[in-house]
């Protein structure tokens, strides 16, 4: 059974970093491409991030390049987004998707519940 468990949200400060992580199960993510996406209230799922199946190619929003990271480490099954110079526009439900193919990020087959992440002076 496939499964995906983020965790690492929270209430920070504008300027402040958090390190989310998303620990997979029910398949290996070196075979899935892997995917965060968030949601703010009010909005839509708007993709962050995604890394290959080969994890050579890590791509990033342009909005958001230079301040968040995702990485992975295979041998855990857990894949990681470091957020760094958070802001309040940031504020959102994180979420990890995953698909075989590269698909868009909306669309992945297998997608978790999600990680509230709140940004706020």
């Known amino acids: 059974q496939v499964q995906l468990v983020e965790s690492g949200g929270g209430s920070v400060q504008p300027g402040g970093s958090l390190r989310l992580s998303c620990a997979a199960s029910g398949f290996t993510i070196s075979k899935y491409w892997i995917y965060w996406v968030r949601q703010a209230p009010g909005k839509g799922l708007e993709w962050v991030s995604s890394?290959?199946?080969?994890?050579?190619?890590?791509t990033v929003s342009p909005s958001l390049k230079g301040r968040f990271t995702i990485s992975r480490d295979v041998a855990k099954n857990i894949i990681y987004l470091q957020m760094n110079s958070l802001k309040p526009e940031d504020t959102a439900m994180y979420y990890c998707?995953?698909?075989?193919?590269?698909?868009?990020?909306?669309?992945?087959?297998?997608r978790g519940q999600g990680t509230q992440v709140t940004v706020s002076s």
């Open positions: 890394v290959s199946v080969t994890g050579g190619t890590q």
């Open positions: 998707a995953a698909d075989q193919n590269n698909v868009i990020a909306a669309s992945a087959k297998y």
